[in-house]
């Protein structure tokens, strides 16, 4: 099977789009040297990452001497490319990306060292209000899915499957179509059902062109959907920043659990000027209310080896990979003592 990873250490500089550096509490925290300058690339730039847009907004990352700059890769294999290039020194996306990187040979592996979801972030939206909604209604209909070998994709499959449906059999998986286009490829009268992110599926609803009926991360349960990364030899040669880097994050992580989504939602709207609060808001409580992020950051070998469970299952697992060549809990650790 063919895989984008493959290229990854070829790949041309992504044209992708920065977040301007965060700024200084206004608590009058200092640092006694220049701050690190520290580049993130994040999968996408979703509400679904609430902890970390808190970090930024509420000025953690400053706190911690971090100059930090946030650039959209538009997907997980473009992240992995801008970290293995150097582009990007510390990459968000699934944990996947590691894995196939590492199968394919990196030398210089990819580890991930901080877990902030906990569920998958998508949902299932129809056509019309189905209140009794079950997975079986899906069968026989066309599903606007996403890239294969992505853990959207895998985790949709693993539902199915989990609920005694074949997803090459029983219904028809739309694959064709780029991250970020279903909604309005479904607005526009493609498929009987789409599996979303947010907000478009908050979206759809709002322009009556869908429905929400199921969500992934419940029917799925606890997965490990999204941590962060860096390349082993950044690690090695800069341990300091990757601490204080995930400090910051656990800072964002304990404002999160302790504080409502109104109070959430007021921190990152800044984060997403095109929507307005209420939406904000209403994104932020549906992903608090099915417990979506981890509170200590730490990636835990039982989740490591569920990931490689779902890949297994959707056929991209060559061997498995022992979870201490991937993963570090030192640093996420380390945050929660602090």
């Known amino acids: 099977m063919k895989k984008k990873w493959i290229a990854l250490f070829t790949a041309a500089v992504l044209a992708a789009t920065a977040v ?15 701050p690190a300058e520290v580049t993130l690339n994040e999968v996408a730039h979703s509400i679904f990452y609430a902890p970390q847009y808190v970090a930024i907004e509420a000025g953690y990352f400053a706190e911690e ?30 944990a996947e990306a590691s894995i196939y990187a590492y199968q394919e040979g990196a030398n210089d592996p990819v580890v991930n060292f901080a877990q902030l979801t906990q569920r998958a972030g998508n949902f299932l939206v129809a056509r019309e209000e189905m209140p009794d909604f079950s997975w079986e209604d899906l069968k026989g209909t ?31 998986i739309d694959q064709s179509i780029d991250f970020g286009s279903t ?13 979303e992110f947010e907000p478009s599926a908050t979206a759809l609803e709002q322009e009556g062109d869908g429905y929400v009926v199921a969500s992934l991360g419940v029917d799925s349960g606890y997965v490990p959907y999204t941590s962060y990364s860096a390349k082993s030899s950044f690690m090695e040669e800069n341990p300091e920043i990757i601490q204080k880097f995930t400090n ?3 800072k964002g992580m304990e404002y999160v659990q302790t504080h409502t989504p109104e109070e959430i939602a007021a ?7 095109e929507t307005d609060l209420a939406t904000i808001t ?8 099915q417990d979506t992020w981890k509170g200590d950051l730490i990636f835990e ?19 498995r990979v022992p979870y201490e060549n991937l993963v570090t809990t030192e640093f996420a650790e380390n945050a929660v003592k602090d």
């Open 183 to 195: 909604a309005a490829a479904f607005s526009g009268g493609l498929g009987d059902f789409s599996v």
């Open 301 to 319: 070998e039982d989740s490591f080896t569920l990931l490689q469970d779902i890949l297994e299952e959707a056929g991209e697992l060559k061997e």
């Open 282 to 289: 209403a994104i932020v409580k549906r992903y608090y209310d």
């Open 142 to 172: 066309e599903v606007l899915g996403g890239r294969k070998g992505g853990m959207p994709q895998m985790v949709f499959e693993y539902i199915l499957k989990k609920n005694g449906i074949d997803p090459e059999k029983d219904l028809d």
């Open 65 to 94: 001497g971090i100059d930090l700059t946030l650039v959209n890769g538009f997907g997980a294999d473009k992240v992995m490319t801008a970290v293995l290039s150097g582009e990007a020194d510390i990459g968000f996306m699934g």
């Open 248 to 250: 910051a994050l656990q």
């Open 267 to 273: 921190v990152i709207e800044p984060q997403f000027p």
């Open 20 to 34: 301007p550096a965060v700024v200084l509490a206004d608590d009058g925290a200092k640092n006694d040297t220049a």
